[in-house]
């Protein structure tokens, strides 16, 4: 335990890595948000912010909490890191605008919007073939199988060897929480899939008309080093496929689990998008990361030390009932702008257009052919120690009277 440096500041023993927790954070988030604007969480010596005004705050001031000390528990400022510091997470200005430029061209929304129809067409093969057979499961046969097939094709990666894709995602994120058991465990079985994505990184092995291509091409044309470009296609694999899968994956939960709100959707599939943003805010993927302090700062009446590492909430953010009326209800009719599920400030997710793409092609083929999705088992959780999402869900649909338009 770590004794609390902050006078007035409550302490907490939450452990927000514990699989009670993970299965369940919402009433864990409730106290926190309830204890204070900032709480000090003595098992892991950070402190800890988890309503919206704060943790908005926190993400929009790189100046005063950085990334470039990691998006994890660990202090890259003082710590050696366990790995290489991603060039444009854990980039603070002004090399993190260098690096996010090239990012953010490959990544527009022009460029973005060109793969819809390609994405449509695998939406529709894939929901399709589904709902002929009535039950599947949909964690691994839709929400998984959909943003390998379309994400992979889109970055230009090779066909075979994606099934690595997950285990290496899955090794990244647990490594922003603790050094603990669940990443012991994954770092012992991640060797293979650490290889593969070192091999398919590399210029030689992506399509020459893909994003990873792009990527190369702004290192021809030395806005980039061709290291970083290789950085930047492994940092595409590891943040742009995990979360649209389990955002994927809790949109369905929270769908079998309000049927009325699936009945909105499918009689209004437009409405696919909106209903995305409220599955962000509702129930996101990323659920914790952290900044820290880059000097001494005041702020809600505490001074923070240099170095400090905040631990920050967003999931409690979008439950909280001072930015959200009915914060806990699920309703896909609510506008859900200024939700965090991914993030805010320069750090707000790169890709955020690519998965909003994504789900919403997904969301509307899926509205269109199916009437009723009936959970056909109890969810089976992916436990991590920062995002949350499906191993697997077995459902059985109902595919509707008449195609709607």
């Known amino acids: 335990m770590h004794a609390n440096p902050y006078s007035g500041v409550p302490v907490s023993d939450f452990d927000p890595y514990d699989s009670a927790v993970l299965a369940n954070p919402y009433p864990h988030y409730e106290r926190l948000r309830e204890a204070g604007p900032w709480v000090w969480l003595e098992r892991y010596g950070a ?84 709902v002929e057979r009535g039950s599947f499961d949909i964690a691994r046969e839709l929400c998984e199988a959909f943003p390998t097939k379309a994400f ?17 995602g899955d090794m990244v994120f647990n490594g922003f929480g603790p050094i603990n058991e669940r990443f012991h465990e994954r770092m012992k079985t991640s060797g293979e899939a650490v290889n593969w994505i070192a091999q398919v990184c590399r210029r030689e092995a992506l399509t020459t008309d893909g994003l990873g291509a792009q990527l190369y091409a702004a290192a021809d044309d030395g806005e980039i080093t061709h290291e970083e470009a290789s950085m930047l296609v492994r940092t595409l694999l590891s943040a742009g496929l995990d979360t649209t899968i389990f955002t994927l994956c809790n949109a369905i939960v929270s769908f079998t689990a309000h049927p009325e709100q699936w009945a909105l959707l499918h009689e209004n599939p437009s409405l696919a998008r909106q209903a ?130």
């Open 47 to 130: 402190l800890a912010v988890a309503r919206h005004e704060q943790v908005h705050a926190v993400l929009s001031k790189p100046d005063l909490f950085c990334s470039s000390a990691g998006v994890g528990l660990a202090n890259f400022h003082t710590e050696t890191p366990w790995r290489k510091p991603s060039i444009i997470l854990e980039a603070d200005p002004p090399n993190h605008g260098r690096i996010r430029k090239v990012v953010a061209r490959v990544l527009s929304p022009a460029s973005i919007g060109r793969l819809r129809s390609t994405f449509e067409a695998v939406a529709a093969r894939m929901v399709d073939e589904l």
């Open 152 to 168: 992979g094709d889109a970055v230009g990666l090779p066909a075979e060897g994606r099934e690595h894709l997950l285990p290496y």
């Open 276 to 405: 995305l943003e409220e599955v962000l805010r509702y129930d996101p993927t990323f659920h914790s990361f952290y900044r820290t302090t880059t000097q001494a700062v005041e702020v809600d009446g505490i001074t923070l030390q240099p170095e400090q590492k905040v631990a920050v909430f967003i999931a409690s953010a979008n439950r909280d009932p001072r930015r959200w009326p009915g914060a806990d209800t699920f309703d896909i009719t609510r506008r859900a702008t200024g939700h965090t599920g991914f993030g805010a400030g320069i750090h707000g997710c790169a890709g955020q257009m690519m998965a909003r793409l994504e789900g919403e092609v997904l969301l509307t083929a899926l509205a269109r052919r199916v009437a009723r999705i009936h959970r056909e088992g109890e969810p089976v959780l992916h436990f991590n120690n920062t995002v949350r999402g499906l191993k697997s869900l077995p459902v059985s649909v109902e595919p509707s009277l008449a195609a709607v338009h």
